[in-house]
C-alpha cells in the first residue's frame, strides 16, 4: 500500500482482500478507488457518495465506514499526469478489488481507446452485470413497466468489443483480406475495414457459470442464453452450446432445459431448480417488450449484452436509473452506465440515479446489503413523492425538477 507514488493512499482504511476459497474478507473500513469520471461523472460522485456514506451510517451505526481513494482517470489524468489511464489506477483498483466509477469519455473515430474496454480487459472484468427493474412512478413507454425485473449478464472481454481490427486503406487490412482470399477462399472488398470477432469456451462459461449461480443464490427462476447463432454458428451459436454443456456439466442437480421443463407436470421445474433457455437475439429484442415476465436472468456475449441492457432500461426509465458493475473473479468495478454527456457538464442537472444503484449494487457486493436496501427504499420513496430530475419531471405531471446535488440530498433525507 506504500508503493504508489501518484496516488494518495488513505491511512484511515483496510484493502478488502480474498480467502484461499475466493470469497472476499471485507473490513469494516474498506478502501474503495474513486473515479469521479469525465463530463458529468464528477457533479453525479459528489452526489451519490454522501449518501452511500449516510446509508453505511445509518445501517451499522458507525461501526461500518466507507473509506474513498480518488483515483483520476481519463481527463482528469490527462490534465494531472499526461496520460488518461495511468498504471497506478489500475493497480489501486487491483490492489483493494472494489471500486466505484463515475462515466468516461471516450473519443469516436480517434483518440485515446475506450477507458471503460480496457479497464475490463487488463483487470479481466469478464461479467458486466446489469439489474433493470422498474420504480413505481418512472415514466415508461410501455404498458406494464413492471413486468421487467432482469439480470443481464454480459460477456466483457471478447467479441467485437476485443478491439481487434483495422481501417480501411491500411497495410494491415490488406494483409488480412489477402490471406482470407488466398488461403480461406474467402472474398472481401480490398477497401473494407476489417475485425476479427473471438468467442471462445472458457470465456462463455465462466459467463454462463456466473449468471447460473447468481439465478441460484437469488432465488430467480430462469436463465436465457441469447445469441445470433443462426448465423453466426461459429462464434454466438458456439456461446449458445458452450452455455448449454456449462449448465448440464456444472449444475446438473439444479437446472432443467426449457423443453425438460415442458415435459413435466405442469410444465414447471421442481422445487430449486431453473429453466435454461435460448433465444435468438433479434426474436429476443421482440420478446422482451411483448412477453417481458418471461424472462429473468439473461446471459448474452458482448455486442447482444450492450445492445439488450440499454433496451431493457429504455422501458424503466433510461439509463438515468440503470446500474451497472463490472465483476472479476479478484476484483469488480461499479459504475454509471451512462455516457460523460459534457453538454450537460457542470449544470448540475443530470439524474444521479444510475450510479447511485450501482453504488447499492457495490454494497451487495461487499456483503452490506441493509446499506444497499436502504439506498433502494429510499431512492424510491424520492421518486414516488415527485422529487425527480430534469429528465424524469419533463415526463411526469405533477413532478418537481431538482438539481442533482438537490436529488441526492433528497435520498439521503429518505434513508
Not at 432445459?257 to 421482440?286: N, Y
Request: hydrophobic share 40%; net charge negative; charged share 25%.
Amino acid at each position: 500500500m506504500t508503493d504508489f507514488r501518484l496516488l494518495a493512499v488513505p491511512r484511515d482504511g483496510e484493502p478488502i482482500t480474498l480467502a484461499e476459497d475466493g470469497s472476499r474478507i471485507v473490513p469494516d473500513r474498506p478502501i474503495l478507488p474513486l473515479i469521479p469520471g469525465d463530463g458529468v461523472g464528477p457533479e453525479v460522485t459528489a452526489a451519490v457518495v454522501p449518501v452511500l456514506d449516510a446509508a453505511v451510517e445509518r445501517a451499522y451505526g458507525g461501526a461500518r465506514r466507507l473509506v474513498w481513494m480518488e483515483v483520476p482517470c481519463g481527463e482528469a489524468a490527462i490534465r494531472l499526469w499526461k496520460e488518461p489511464l495511468p498504471e497506478e489506477a489500475v493497480r489501486a483498483i487491483r490492489t483493494f478489488r472494489v471500486a466505484l466509477k463515475g462515466p468516461l469519455t471516450t473519443p469516436v473515430g480517434g483518440g485515446y481507446r475506450s477507458l471503460n474496454v480496457t479497464l475490463r480487459q487488463v483487470l479481466d472484468l469478464y461479467a458486466c452485470v446489469r439489474p433493470v427493474r422498474w420504480f413505481p412512478g418512472v415514466p415508461s413507454p410501455v404498458r406494464d413497466p413492471g413486468a421487467m425485473d432482469v439480470v443481464i449478464f454480459r460477456e466483457n472481454t471478447e467479441d467485437v468489443y476485443a478491439g481487434i481490427e483495422w481501417p480501411s486503406g491500411s497495410e494491415e487490412a490488406a494483409r488480412l483480406i489477402r490471406f482470407l482470399a488466398e488461403e480461406m477462399g474467402k472474398r472481401i472488398p480490398p477497401d473494407a475495414g476489417v475485425g476479427v470477432k473471438p468467442i471462445s469456451p472458457a470465456a462463455t462459461r465462466r459467463l454462463v457459470r456466473a449468471a447460473i449461480r447468481y439465478a441460484l443464490e437469488n432465488g430467480r427462476r430462469s436463465v436465457t442464453l441469447v445469441h445470433k447463432g443462426n448465423i453466426m454458428k461459429y462464434t454466438e451459436g458456439a456461446f449458445r452450446n458452450w452455455g448449454y454443456q456449462t449448465a448440464r456439466e456444472e449444475f446438473g442437480d439444479r437446472t432443467v432445459t426449457e423443453e425438460e421443463a415442458a415435459a413435466l407436470p405442469g410444465g414447471a421445474p421442481p422445487e430449486g431448480k431453473i429453466v435454461i433457455k435460448d433465444r435468438i437475439a433479434d426474436s429476443m429484442f421482440q420478446q422482451i417488450l411483448t412477453r417481458t415476465a418471461e424472462y429473468d436472468v439473461i446471459a448474452a456475449p458482448n455486442l447482444n449484452g450492450d445492445y439488450l441492457s440499454d433496451a431493457c432500461a429504455a422501458q424503466v426509465g433510461g439509463l438515468g436509473l440503470a446500474p451497472g458493475a463490472n465483476i472479476g473473479d479478484e476484483a469488480a468495478v461499479f459504475e454509471a452506465t451512462h455516457g460523460s454527456a459534457p453538454r450537460h457538464a457542470g449544470l448540475d442537472r443530470v439524474n444521479p440515479g444510475s450510479l447511485l444503484l450501482s453504488g447499492a449494487m457495490l454494497l451487495r457486493h461487499i456483503g452490506w446489503t441493509e446499506a444497499a436496501d436502504r439506498i433502494e427504499a429510499a431512492l424510491g420513496a424520492t421518486i414516488a413523492a415527485g422529487t425527480v430530475t430534469y429528465d424524469l419531471a419533463r415526463q411526469m405531471e405533477g413532478a418537481r425538477a431538482v438539481s442533482t446535488s438537490a436529488f441526492g440530498r433528497a435520498v439521503a433525507e429518505r434513508l
